[in-house]
C-alpha cells in the first residue's frame, strides 16, 4: 500500500468513541483508548513509520475497537491491548494482510465495508 501525502508514512486510524454517554457499544467502552495508548506507545519505541490518529467514529462501533490503516487499507476489528506486541510485529513485517486476517471485519459487516 502506498501512502498517499509522500512522506513514506501511512496512518493507522483508531476509533476511540464512546456513544450516547457509554449507553450503546462503542469502540471506547471496548477498550480502544487502552489500545490506542499501547499501540502509539509501541509505534514510536520502534520507529514504525506510521502516523497514529484517534477518530471520535468509523461506523463500526458495534463490532469494535475499530482500527483502519489508510489509505484505503482493511479494518481491524476487535484487538485489545493484549495484542498489541502481535500488532506492532505485523506492522513492522509490513504484513497488513495479516493483520487483517488476524482481525478480520466480520463478514456480515464487509458488504456495509466503504
Known sequence: MNDS??????????????RAGNMLPSCGARGSRELADA??????????PYDFNRLHCMGKCHIGPTMRISPGGSFIMGAQESDVPRILDLLQAEDLDGLAIA????????NLDD
Not at 5 to 18: A, E, S
Not at 39 to 48: H, K, N, P, T, V
Not at 103 to 110: A, G, N, T, V, W
Open 39 to 48: 499501540l502509539e506507545a509501541g509505534i514510536a519505541e520502534r520507529g514504525l
Open 103 to 110: 482481525y478480520p471485519l466480520p463478514e456480515q459487516d464487509r
Open 5 to 18: 501525502d509522500g512522506t513514506g508514512r501511512h496512518k493507522l486510524n483508531i476509533c476511540v468513541n464512546f
